[in-house]
């Protein structure tokens, strides 16, 4: 394959999809086109052989029109650019205009006979540099090796990642039989993409890890201890309620300090039964360890008991594969230097769609967060991030994400309903789990996380010096113990700054009408 569109026109290896030309299309599959052309590129490939993976939430077609309008799913480019109907022109046109889709490339790899034209493309163009990543590829996503030499010469290496798309490694290992850099992201058993949208390099951009570490650098250390106990509880008590549980206090506690502990290790599969262990408390009804049946999220048929999965969990044998690909991923996008949240959000939301354990699953997921993010040393030390109270008051968007790849996973798994009323997978369906689109998801935790820097830490950190300043002011009116301090701050919050009329005539009687009414300004001037 050569590297440009006049190359590939001249290229003498072509595969062609039809034998005649394709009319311009208006629908694909369930989706509307903006407008009418011609689906290019991966979209092409898939419908064409008829590949089964879940939809990519952004593809690209080629419009009539020679100056088309983009949506939020595709990307639409002009005609000019449209690419021969050739498997090896839709193959390049995918790799220069929408990066990699690896479940796509894998599907195909394995679906299509693509060994003898990806042979016969490198004897004929092994210097192309497209030609080149889709051998590294072929070989990486397939473990099995081409027929062909290895690159006699030393043409500049390429990126097997481009990095103005999709978001990679800053550098990679050299592949000296292929002349590319291997600056993917993960490994063949787990490697979620992320598109590098303009929503990620504006919240990359704000160094919201630098803008942290300043507020803490300015804040009294006594201050900043106490507002990371109190954000540390109510990331816990969140990462629960997102659950719909209010587990007893020592649970919530026990959690907590298992956050605060995040990144102080390195991360195996005995850790995270560890941490299920802390989740569930009560194990005498719940499998500690990995899933050794099927698992689903969702309901019940109430007449049937029958599954109605709304999300399905990957195979039980494909779990210790899987498992092993997610930490692999986590710690070689950390010690290479991959963006935190970015790593962050593929590691922790694949982790939740493989589903792993019978129960624990969704906290561990957040848990993870606050793993890779400590491990990277983005927070702060000893101030883990509160992103579970974040997810909690976006809590519909955050549903929308797991549901972005959820929904279009489930039409592509065929199952039953076993005897026991849970799911049986017929089909092959660990790839699906390997390698989705996480753009979404790191779009949402780069926003989660922006939240606990720009509002949750000033706002708990101006709220402790504010309480600060009305405890001492009390003090000099009447010395009270901090406890009762604490009550009388509890009470006027309570009451919109004011004592209520209980208070006064109970806890607080001893005060006079006059020291009420100083103590009602204080509060008012303190926290206004």
Known sequence: MKDDAKQTAESPVTTPLRRDAPEPVR????????????????????????????????????????????????????????????????????????????????????????????EELVRGSPMGKYTRRLWFLYEWLTDRRLDVPDIDGRPKAVDVVDSSIQVA????????????????????????????????????????????????????????????????????????????????????????????????????????????????????????????????????????????????????????????????????????????????????????????????????????????????????????FPVSAAILRNLSRYRQVLESYSRPLLSCIDWETTERKNVHILNDTVDYYRFFDATTHAEFLYDCVRETVVHDLPEEVDYLKAYDRFVERVQQIVDMPADTVDLLHRFLRQNDGSLSKRARTREFAALSPTEVQEIEEIHSECFE
């Open 27 to 118: 629908y694909w599959k369930d989706r509307e086109l903006p407008e009418a052309g011609w689906l290019t590129g991966y979209s092409a490939l898939m419908q064409h052989y008829g590949l089964r993976v879940p939809h990519s939430p952004y593809l690209t077609m080629v419009a009539e029109r020679h100056e088309p309008n983009s949506s939020a799913d595709w990307q639409v480019l002009p005609r000019r650019l449209k690419p021969q109907d050739t498997v090896e022109a839709h193959l390049e046109f995918a790799l220069k205009y929408e990066g990699l889709s690896l479940s796509v490339l894998k599907a195909l790899f394995e679906t299509a006979n693509t060994s003898d034209m990806l």
């Open 169 to 384: 490694l800053p550098d990679g290992e050299l592949s000296r039989r292929h002349r590319v850099r291997n600056n993917l992201p993960g490994t063949p058993r787990f490697c979620p993409m992320v598109r590098m949208t303009d929503h990620l390099r504006a919240r990359a951009a704000e160094g919201l890890d630098k803008q942290a570490r300043e507020r803490v650098g300015r804040t009294h250390p006594d201050v900043m201890a106490r507002a990371a106990a109190f954000l540390l509880l109510s990331d816990s008590r969140s990462s629960f309620e997102i659950e719909g549980e209010s587990p007893p206090a020592d649970r919530t506690r026990r959690w907590g300090q298992a956050i605060a502990e995040a990144g102080s290790r390195e991360l195996d599969l005995k850790e995270l039964v560890r941490l299920q262990r802390i989740v569930i408390g009560d194990d005498r009804f719940v499998h500690i360890g990995l899933r050794e049946e099927g698992g689903f999220v969702g309901s019940r048929d109430r007449r049937t008991n029958d599954p109605l999965p709304e999300h399905i969990s990957a195979r039980p044998q494909d779990l210790p594969d899987l498992i092993e690909g997610i930490l692999a991923y986590q710690k070689r996008a950390i010690d290479d230097g991959m963006d935190p949240v970015i790593a962050a959000a593929a590691a922790a939301f694949g982790f939740v769609y493989v589903h792993p354990f019978e129960d624990g699953n969704g906290r561990i997921h957040r848990w993870l967060i606050h793993h890779v993010l400590a491990r990277a040393d983005y927070n702060p030390p000893e101030f883990p």
